[in-house]
């Protein structure tokens, strides 16, 4: 049995497909699926798994043995917004709560896949290695950044991550993040800007060293995180912190470029003023160093942006087959 926590969510359900995908159904979900104006139940439509628990209940249930033999379990649910204020509800939901995940698979030797993120490299003055010595260093500029930091200091100094692999996700995009509302992708608010407007507005810069949309980050096809994470399923041997990216950086000019091309039209993009609160915690450049992910074996090819988003926008945005799950096998691998 392999158990997804955030697993109604836009990477866990995504990770549901590539299980289905590959012949295994003995899944259980843990999730809260809200309410029925963001259809976060849609991720699940259609796919297969054994059973659903809800977030709350589900330390109990595991830490009471009642779930049977589990052979792996993926940490993926957490609360993501970057612009998250409950510092105290960050710690226990992010930290605390991953904390006690963690402690049952180290204390049963189950297989553990963790969600951390590329928030946790602040500013990215140190770098963006997952490589690194001293993680101490990092200085991640927001409270949802700084809770999953900590959880990989508590997976470090309890040698966690000699047998589990962390996730530093950076920008990822793709079908099953409908419901993210604010923190979508660029992708899916360009798409809709797009079709509303006919065109799309990006932030200015306000760092001389930057032009208007032309901030970088490292964009990722969900279904090459999928991917990585099945690869590290069938790899156990392979553990601790791996950048989840695409290596390069790219513009959000590119992004949103790229998306108008899906469309077959010509970019016209406004560049308004970046909101004063976020100024101080702008990332302006970010980009994975996957040269430790390449070194443990993985040797696939990831995916460009320009296909990705092709692929998204096209087979899914554009078209009434939303989600992975009603794409079936008919999407390339």
């Avoid at 059973?51 to 009642?66: C, M, N, Q, S, V």
């Avoid at 991640?140 to 959880?151: A, D, E, T, V």
Wanted: contains cysteine.
């Amino acid at each position: 049995m392999i158990i997804i926590t955030g697993g109604a969510g836009f990477i866990g359900s995504a990770m549901l497909w590539e299980l289905n995908r590959k012949g295994e159904n003995d899944v259980i979900i843990v999730d809260d699926l809200g309410s029925t104006t963001t259809e976060k139940w849609r991720n699940l439509s259609g796919l297969k798994f054994a059973d659903i628990i809800p977030i709350d209940l589900f330390p109990d249930i595991l830490e009471k043995g009642a779930l049977g033999k589990i052979s792996a379990i993926f940490h993926i649910g957490a609360n993501s917004s970057t612009t998250e204020t409950d510092a105290d509800h960050l710690l226990t939901n992010n930290y605390g709560y991953s904390k006690r995940v963690a402690s049952f698979c180290m204390a049963h030797a189950i297989r553990l896949v963790y969600a951390s993120s590329a928030a946790t490299y602040g500013n990215g003055s140190n770098g963006y290695s997952d490589d690194m010595t001293d993680l101490h260093i990092l200085r991640p500029l927001n409270m949802y950044g700084y809770s999953k930091h900590l959880f990989d200091l508590w997976a470090v100094k309890n040698h966690l991550l000699d047998h589990a692999a962390g996730l530093k996700f950076f920008n990822v995009y793709g079908p099953n993040e409908y419901h993210k509302g604010d923190m979508s992708s660029v992708v899916l608010k360009a798409f809709h800007q797009i079709q509303d407007n006919g065109s799309v507005k990006l932030f200015q810069s306000h760092r001389p060293d930057f032009r208007d949309g032309e901030q970088l980050r490292d964009f990722v096809f969900v279904r090459d995180c999928t991917r990585i994470m099945a690869w590290l399923l069938e790899n156990p041997s392979v553990a601790g912190l791996f950048n989840i990216g695409s290596g390069t950086a790219r513009s959000f000019k590119d992004l949103a470029t790229a998306t108008f091309d899906a469309l077959g039209k010509q970019p016209v993009i406004n560049y308004v003023p970046m909101p004063e609160t976020l100024r101080d915690k702008y990332q302006y450049y970010t980009c994975a160093d996957i040269t430790k992910l390449r070194k443990a074996g993985f040797s696939e090819q990831l995916t460009s942006i320009e296909d990705g988003v092709q692929e998204y926008v096209q087979q899914y945005l554009a078209s009434d087959n939303r989600y992975f799950n009603h794409s079936g096998t008919s999407l390339s691998s």
